[in-house]
């Protein structure tokens, strides 16, 4: 199991903003250690509030753009979690390690928390790194992954949400600005391509940590029932999403479920209060969702860009 406890929990009173100045040196030292830091207790106003505190910290927040998943606006800088079926899991990730550009701080409020399940369980990208066979874990890092992602047709996000725009042009621009490959078919539908890594390095830790999410993109993610119909209907080729090697070559099942096994050997759960705020650092600490029943809201704010594109 994990050695560090996760999250840091620290518990205080009065408005959320107060805790920024009374306990930084707290938050920052937890956030290099552990990398998760849950702060309880604190009354939390509004949505703005938990932007404002977010906001703090110096960086401005980041868009969510090139989603995988579906999010709303709440206001600037504040998203929606991912909008997934409350019956379904969503398995540990850390946010956008499917691109070469991703933030280094991620912050959840748990405006409702569910009656029943919604657990945020979380795990030390580090010691998921460590866990993995040396083996395994070399042939994802010598050869990268290549995400291949095909958008709309009822099957995915159409791209006009996925880049926040309905210009071509636009969307042509970002890609190259970002190192992915495109390719608009026939029926006007995008296809896209990117090469990106398997492991990274903390750029102030220096740590390795395993940041991906080839167990969340390959085809055996899937259901078997579901992974079948849609290769009968579709294809390969046509898949939402699917991933590779880096050279193109296909990823064994058996290599990521190796991969689930120990994602599940590492997790910790972790349950809401309503009012929690939880503080991340997302290349050390992965992050997911258990199902739940009843009303349950969760706001994102995202901020401090990094990523392979920029260190470029």
Same mark, same amino acid.
Request: hydrophobic content about 40%; glycine content about 8%; some cysteine.
């Given at each position: ?8 929990l620290?518990?205080?009173d ?10 930084d ?7 290099g ?13 509004s ?7 977010a ?15 579906p ?9 929606s ?13 850390n ?19 569910s ?14 790194y ?5 083996d395994?874990r070399?042939?994802f ?8 992602r095909?958008?709309g047709?009822?099957?995915?996000l159409?791209w ?7 210009d071509?042009?636009a ?6 600005d970002?190192?992915?490959?495109f ?20 750029p102030?830790?220096?740590?390795d &940590?395993? =940041?991906?999410?080839?167990h ?5 993610a +899937? /259901? #078997? %029932? ?16 699917? &991933?590779? =090697? ?9 290599? +990521? /479920? #190796? %991969?689930?096994a ?10 809401w209060?309503?009012?929690? &705020?939880l503080?991340?650092d ?27 594109s920029?260190?470029?």
């Open positions: 199991m994990t050695a560090l406890a996760l999250p840091v620290l518990q205080g009065g408005p959320l903003i107060r805790a920024k100045d009374a306990r040196s707290e938050i920052r030292d937890a956030l250690a552990v990398g998760a830091v849950l702060l309880r207790g604190y009354t939390v106003e949505v703005e509030a938990f932007r404002a505190f906001a703090a910290f110096g960086h401005p927040l980041l868009s969510y753009e090139f989603g995988s998943t999010r709303s606006k709440v206001e600037s800088g504040v998203y979690s991912t909008e997934y079926p409350a019956h379904r899991e969503i398995p540990l990730h946010e956008q390690s499917y691109t070469r550009d991703w933030p280094l701080r991620i912050w959840f409020h748990c405006v409702t928390a009656p029943e399940g919604g657990a945020t369980p979380l795990a030390d990208s580090r010691a998921i460590r866990a993995l066979d040396p395994l070399d042939r890092a010598r050869n990268g992954l290549r995400y291949v095909n958008f047709n009822g099957l995915d159409p006009t949400k996925v880049f926040n725009t309905e071509r042009s969307v042509e621009s970002y890609c190259r970002h190192a992915i490959d390719t608009w078919k026939e029926d006007g539908e995008l296809r896209t391509s990117q090469l990106c890594q398997a492991v990274a390095k903390h102030r830790t220096g740590e &940590v395993w =940041f991906n999410q080839a969340l993109f390959h085809v055996s +899937l /259901d #078997a %029932v579901e992974r079948e119909v849609l290769l009968d209907t579709v294809g390969e080729d046509e898949l939402p999403r699917n &991933v590779y =090697f880096g050279d193109g070559s296909p990823i064994p099942d058996a290599e +990521l /479920d #190796a %991969v689930r120990v994602l599940d050997a590492e997790k910790v759960s972790f349950p209060q309503a009012g929690d &705020v503080m991340l997302n290349m050390l600490i992965m992050h997911g969702r258990e199902p739940y029943a009843g009303p349950r809201k969760v706001v994102v704010a995202m901020a401090e860009a990094h990523g392979m920029r260190a470029a």
